[in-house]
């Protein structure tokens, strides 16, 4: 039971630096979403899709990009990183709306990121 | 757009006691839902209970259970006969029915004291 699954787990980036953070989901969810997570704060919605090929903005999407080539993978990448983007990040997926739809999020382990 | 207010960013319970966190929200759809996540320190998101808002029976969850006030848009969680495993960060998050976002609140941080 993979579920959602994040990689990588932790990361350190020197101001300035770029990466890709990946998110992954079996569960052939329409929906996915990446969230931010800061101290004291609760999640944030940077960026999520609606299905594949689709993306769109959330609450803090400033810094940063996204893509959905494949249903099961949404990729939020860091262009040009800031000591700003120091934060857990986490990838979210739930099924598109159905009689049965609970509406439950369903959550990966979470990524914290550094930038130094 | 939606907000998700938690007035209260600690709380503390003897363990076996009864404790409520309170939540409200600030919508203007008609057709959506609300949840209570935990969150342990292994920072996992785990889903506690969830609430139609259609439905106007209050959901229960074993020791779990919540006060729907719709007209006064809140929702707070009520956890029955705590246990140590309970202490965490709760949040209350709201997820629209139609665009499927969810907005967050800030969180509580629960303490259970033995």
């Known amino acids: 039971n993979a579920g959602v699954t994040q990689t990588p787990k932790f990361r350190v980036l020197k101001t300035g630096q770029s990466m890709t953070l990946l998110c992954a989901q079996d569960?052939?969810?329409?929906?996915m979403y990446w969230y931010r997570q800061d101290p004291g704060m609760g999640l944030r919605l940077i960026h999520y899709?609606?299905?594949?090929?689709?993306?769109a903005k959330g609450e803090v999407p400033d810094g940063y990009n996204v893509s959905r080539l494949k249903k099961q993978n949404f990729l939020l990448g860091l262009e040009s990183a800031a000591p700003s983007q120091t934060s857990v990040y986490f990838c979210?997926?739930?099924?598109?709306?159905?009689?049965?739809?609970?509406?439950?999020?369903?959550f990966g382990e979470g990524s914290r990121l550094t930038v130094l | 757009a939606q907000t998700v207010t938690q007035s209260q960013p600690e709380m503390s319970v003897q363990e076996a006691e009864t404790v409520t966190l309170s939540c409200t929200y600030d919508t203007s759809e008609s057709d959506y839902y609300l949840f209570w996540y935990k969150q342990p320190p292994s920072r996992q998101m785990i889903l506690v209970i969830r609430?139609?808002?259609?439905?106007?029976q209050n959901a229960t969850e074993n020791r779990f259970s919540v006060n729907f006030q719709k007209a006064a848009k809140s929702f707070s969680l009520k956890i029955s006969d705590s246990q140590l495993g309970d202490a965490a960060m709760y949040f209350c998050?709201?997820?629209?029915?139609?665009?499927?976002?969810?907005?967050f609140g800030d969180g509580t941080t629960l303490t259970v004291k033995p």
């Open positions: 569960m052939n969810h329409e929906y």
């Open positions: 899709s609606v299905g594949e090929g689709t993306t």
């Open positions: 998050a709201y997820r629209s029915g139609e665009a499927g976002k969810s907005t």
């Open positions: 979210a997926s739930s099924p598109i709306r159905l009689v049965n739809d609970t509406g439950e999020l369903f």
């Open positions: 609430q139609e808002a259609y439905k106007q």
